[in-house]
């Protein structure tokens, strides 16, 4: 049915990132070269992974999630805006873009989950290294990754169905490149004071606890870790839970500048460069991330890259 109004809504006209045509196509090459990063940098952590058993643990259980979520959450927004910024009308049907609000707001959500459970992992780990392959196990793992992204899909009804009846003016234009809670909620006509306050008590309840279980856990850990006495323990804790920290601070700094303010004090435009960052730019960099600062992943790639080679020079 159509967007609850006084005048129904049948589509909507994405604005994207740019209306000057020459910047338009600069901005479809570096993104459709940063979408390309994307694929390949996060199915090469899933390949890499699945047929390394050394990798075959907990923690690379969630990291291939995480890829996996990844590769989801970019592509439910960027090849739409490919093809916007390739067009002369960027029209979105309603439907459309209600599924997209719905898709991208639940894969988002599901990562902010996911985030929680890795802290986790990494807490049990470090801080209870004898019984972690107990509380740890497949079984357990499996549930928490199944909860995580049943979680993630039920959250964002809450947001979605209070966006969807609010009552929108004439203007049917969205200053972003995709369908967003934020951006759809500024088209609305009335006050919508009530709405914006429990998206803002949802958003607490998703956003704020979750990092402050991060903070918590990551705290315990590092005491534990500045008690070991082996230094090379402590450089390779430090530099497993840094990757992690790195990525949790820039989707969660990204997520909570977008979600977590009222809409007066938003700035025209802002938010759709916000957005930038949790939906292109983290999934883009998490495969960066965690191979590069990961010893395990490196010697995991090198043994597949000498795999290949063994294999190929057989083959000849």
Not at 186 to 191: A, P, R, T
Not at 272 to 290: E, Q
Request: net charge positive.
């Amino acid at each position: 049915m159509p967007w609850k109004n006084n005048t129904v809504i049948f589509e909507f006209i994405l604005l994207g990132l740019s209306s000057e045509p020459r910047t338009q196509v600069i901005i479809f090459y570096v993104f459709l070269l940063v979408y390309l990063i994307i694929l390949i940098g996060n199915i090469s952590i899933i390949i890499l992974i699945t047929s390394d058993v050394s990798l075959h643990t907990p923690m690379y259980f969630f990291l291939c999630n995480l890829s996996f979520l990844d590769l989801c959450y970019s592509s439910s927004t960027v090849p739409r805006m490919l093809k916007d910024l390739m067009s002369v009308k960027k029209i979105i049907p309603y439907a459309e873009c209600a599924a997209q609000m719905y898709i991208s707001l639940s894969l988002g959500e599901t990562e902010c989950i996911l985030l929680v459970i890795m802290a986790y992992d990494r807490y049990v780990a470090i801080c209870y290294p004898l019984h972690y392959t107990t509380i740890m196990s497949k079984m357990v793992c499996v549930r928490l990754a199944i909860g995580t992204w049943i979680c993630g899909f039920l959250l964002s009804i809450s947001h979605v169905t209070l966006t969807l009846n609010v009552n929108l003016c004439n203007n049917n234009e969205i200053n972003n490149f995709f369908c967003e809670v934020p951006e759809i909620l500024s088209l609305g006509c009335e006050n919508i004071l009530f709405i914006e306050f429990i998206i803002f008590v949802v958003g607490v309840i998703i956003l704020m606890i979750p990092i402050t279980f991060i903070v918590i856990s990551y705290s315990q850990i590092i005491l534990c870790i500045l008690k070991m006495k082996s230094s090379a323990g402590q450089r390779k804790a430090f530099s497993t839970c840094g990757s992690h920290m790195m990525v949790v601070t820039m989707f969660y700094g990204s997520a909570m500048a977008a979600y977590m303010k009222p809409r007066s004090s938003s700035l025209p435009g802002t938010d759709k460069f916000i957005a930038i960052f949790y939906v292109i730019i983290t999934p883009m960099l998490n495969p960066l991330i965690y191979s590069l600062r990961n010893n395990d992943v490196k010697s995991a790639f090198l043994k597949l890259k000498v795999r290949n080679i063994c294999c190929f020079k057989v083959r000849e």
